[in-house]
C-alpha cells in the first residue's frame, strides 16, 4: 500500500485543525531552518518543535527535505539560516560529536558499524570520555586500576544493552557478518550506550524483516516511556500513525502540517502533497 493510500484510508469526514496545540517545553526546536546548496534550496524556513519524552514523526514525500533537516539538526551539514534549540541551548551548527556529548544523537539510513569488529567491541566504543582512551592513565600507577574499572563497567553496560536488543548471542560475531535487521539493531544499541536525551531515527525500519521491525519499534518504545525522545523519519505510514503522537509534514523544504494522526489523515494538503497535486 502506498504512503498516500495509508494517509487517506481512514480520513475523517470532520475537519480538524491542521496544527497540534503548541508545545510549550520543547527539547528541540527548529526555526526557521534554511539549506541551500548552490541554487537548490533543500529546506526552505522549516519551523517545529519536539516535546520531551514523545516519539515525533517526520514525513513528507521524496524530496521534502527531511534528510537534509535530519543533516542541519545533527551538525553534517551547516543551516545556510534558522537556528536549532537543544534543552535550551542554541546548538545551531555544532558538530555531530559535539551535539552527542550533550545527548543529541542519530542513526542513519545505512547502518555504519565497524565491520571488522565484532559487536561486543563495537558497542563499548560508543561511550564518550571513556579513561583507557588515554595511554598514559592505562600505565601510571593509581590511574592504571582505575582504567580497569572504567573498563570493566563499560563491558557491563555493553553486555545490558545487547540483551536489551537481543543480540547478545551475536557479541563475539564480527559486525559485517550481520543481517541488515541485525546491524539496525546494533546502531540502535550503539546508540544507547551515549546515553542519550534525544534520538534522531533515519528510516531504521529499512530493509527490516516484519519480526526484527516488532522488536526494535518495541524497544524503542520502552525507552520512550523511560523519557527518552524520539524524532522519526520514515516512509511507512502504519508505523508514523499507529506509533507517534505527533507527526510533522513536510512538502518543498517547508513544513506543509503537523498534529496527531487523525489531524495528519485529514488534512486535504497532505493529501495533495503525497498524491502529487499542486499545493
Known amino acids: 500500500m ?3 493510500e495509508t494517509v ?8 480538524v485543525p491542521t496544527t497540534s496545540d503548541a508545545i510549550d517545553s520543547p527539547l528541540l526546536e527548529v526555526d526557521g531552518l534554511r ?3 548552490g541554487g537548490v534550496t533543500a529546506v526552505d524556513g522549516a519551523s517545529f518543535k519536539v516535546a520531551k ?11 521534502a527535505g527531511k534528510s537534509t533537516t535530519f543533516n542541519c539538526i545533527t551538525g553534517i551539514h551547516e543551516p545556510t539560516a534558522g537556528t536549532v534549540t537543544f534543552d535550551g541551548h542554541d546548538v545551531t551548527g555544532l558538530a555531530p560529536y559535539t551535539l552527542a556529548k550533550r545527548g543529541l544523537v542519530r542513526t542513519f539510513q545505512i547502518a555504519r558499524e565497524l565491520s571488522e569488529m565484532t559487536v561486543l567491541e563495537n558497542v ?10 588515554s595511554a598514559l592513565r592505562s600505565v601510571v600507577p593509581g590511574l592504571r586500576e582505575r582504567v580497569q574499572r572504567d573498563e570493566t563497567e563499560v563491558v557491563e553496560a555493553a553486555w545490558e544493552t545487547l540483551e536489551f536488543f537481543e543480540i547478545d548471542h551475536l557479541a563475539h560475531e564480527n559486525a559485517g557478518n550481520l543481517s541488515g535487521g541485525q546491524r539496525k539493531l546494533l546502531e540502535m544499541a550503539r546508540v ?11 528510516e531504521p525500519l529499512a530493509g527490516v524483516n516484519p519480526t526484527l521491525e516488532e522488536k526494535l519499534l518495541d524497544r524503542i518504545d520502552e525507552l520512550r516511556q523511560d523519557g527518552l525522545t524520539f524524532l522519526l523519519v520514515e516512509h511507512d505510514m502504519d508505523v508514523i500513525m499507529n506509533h507517534c503522537e505527533h507527526i510533522i509534514v513536510m ?4 513544513v506543509l502540517a503537523e498534529g496527531d494522526a487523525d489531524t495528519i489523515q485529514s488534512d486535504e494538503r497532505v493529501l495533495e502533497a503525497y498524491l502529487g497535486g499542486d499545493v
Open 2 to 4: 502506498s504512503d498516500a
Open 8 to 15: 487517506e484510508r481512514t480520513m475523517p469526514e470532520s475537519d
Open 35 to 37: 539549506k541551500q546548496f
Open 53 to 63: 519524552g514523545s516519539f515525533t514523526g517526520l514525513i513528507g514525500p521524496n524530496g
Open 124 to 133: 563499548m566504543l560508543a561511550p564518550p570520555g571513556q579513561l583507557g582512551e
Open 192 to 202: 544507547l550506550m551515549t546515553e542519550p536525551e534525544m534520538v534522531l531515527l533515519d
Open 251 to 254: 512538502h518543498q523544504g517547508q
